[in-house]
């Protein structure tokens, strides 16, 4: 088993976390995050390349003559959401928060850099080449087809990639992967309903879209319980409504905004036209109308068979049995990462990050969220080994 005190040889993967912390930037902006990491990269004595799909950088560490490649890879981006922690080293940048980790995540790869560089110095380990992607825009799921587009597989070709998220709510440390289908395909919608607005005093002169809007929102409470089969996994969730109206007038317009979660393009299928037939036939009864606009944001992140082996492998190294599951159920959050296992084999593992009242615990996309430093060298360690098993010689 690796220890951590073998995985961060440059002591600086606690403070280069909190340095990334402190300027946390949002989607396809994160211009300094970008600069610190490839300076650190560049310290390392990697080759590195900026500016991929916008913000992204890919370190490049050539350990041998087999021509053996695997990525590990990192989001850049933070989320618009105002910091509350108090800590020290919180988001200079108001309305700027790492509020998913993704520090955290950067700085685990930055370690693994450190540690596989130190490695090659010391001629031993395995034989290939090791890039690391630091990605852009994860949180609303273009980073990754971002730096593709700009011919990231083509310019850095790579056998395999791997890559982690941190959990809150699983026991700090324990890493857990599954082989297929491990984080769901996200689709948004929005349903715009037109009735006939006037006064609040004369409701028999109007047709009200916010009635429509409140039977829409009901009606769709019914769809994953009653059209897919319950075998499936499903959610389909209202987040939002807003009106033109005021407090003495009813509306003309209401907005309705949502998302919805799965793991299959059929019952992502299944749930557009749901929604699509709910909302027109709903309006129609009430004498208005609903136009609905229905997008595939994220698509499912699906385990690579050998790929998960090879991650459950170094997970047994790192932490030993008791703290590593190789066939964990697929959680309902989405994420990018999907878009290079569409391409290339691939493997993503979650990494607890605190459960119940632990540090760690409380949830991600929160203004009070924090990272647990004391899972960095886990990361680390499990990167390492990851590489390792699949560069050996």
């Known amino acids: 088993m690796t220890t951590s005190s073998d995985t961060d040889p440059t002591g600086q993967v606690v403070p280069w976390r909190h340095l990334l912390h402190e300027i946390a930037e949002t989607a396809f902006d994160e211009h300094r995050t970008a600069a610190a990491v490839a300076e650190i990269l560049r310290s390392l004595g990697l080759d590195v390349a900026t500016g991929i799909g916008g913000t992204g950088v890919v370190g490049t560490l050539d350990r041998g003559r087999s021509g053996r490649t695997i990525a590990l890879r990192a989001d850049l981006d933070g989320l ?112 715009t309903v037109t009735g006939r607005g006037g006064h609040a005093s004369t409701p028999h002169l109007v047709v009200d879209p916010l009635v429509i809007g409140a039977q829409i929102v009901l009606a769709l409470q019914t769809v994953v319980a009653r059209s897919v089969d319950p075998i499936a996994s499903a959610v389909l969730s209202c987040t939002n409504l807003t009106t033109d109206g005021a407090r003495n007038a009813i509306p003309t317009t209401v907005r309705i905004t949502g998302d919805t979660r799965n793991f299959d393009p059929a019952v992502s299928d299944l749930l557009e036209g749901r929604i699509r037939e709910i909302a027109r036939h709903t309006a129609l009864a009430h004498g208005g109308s609903a136009e609905v606009t229905y997008t595939r944001e994220f698509g499912t992140t699906v385990n690579d068979p050998e790929m998960t082996a090879v991650a459950a492998h170094a997970a047994h190294r790192t932490v030993g049995d008791r703290r590593c599951e190789a066939d964990t159920p697929p959680i309902m959050g989405s994420e990018d990462f999907g878009r290079y296992a569409d391409r290339v084999p691939a493997n993503f ?41 699949m560069l050996a010689e």
Request: aromatic residues 6%; contains cysteine.
């Open 349 to 389: 593992t979650l990494i607890g990050n605190g459960a119940g009242g632990e540090v760690g615990g409380v949830p991600l996309h929160s203004h009070d969220y924090t990272f647990n430093d004391a899972i960095l060298p886990i990361g680390v360690a499990y990167y390492r080994n990851v590489v390792h098993r």
């Open 80 to 191: 618009p959401i105002h910091e509350r922690t108090g800590l020290p080293y919180a988001s200079r940048h108001d309305g700027s928060m790492h509020a998913c980790g993704h520090d955290g995540h950067m700085a685990m790869v930055l370690g693994a850099a450190a540690a596989l560089a130190a490695d090659a110095a010391a001629d031993s380990g395995a034989d290939g080449i090791v890039r690391f992607v630091f990605q852009p825009a994860e949180e609303p799921g273009r980073g990754a087809e971002a730096m593709i587009a700009d011919g990231l597989l083509d310019r850095f070709p790579i056998d395999a990639i791997f890559g982690l998220h941190n959990i809150p709510g699983l026991p700090a440390g324990r890493l857990h992967t599954r082989s297929g289908a491990i984080m769901a395909g996200e689709d948004n919608f929005t349903i």
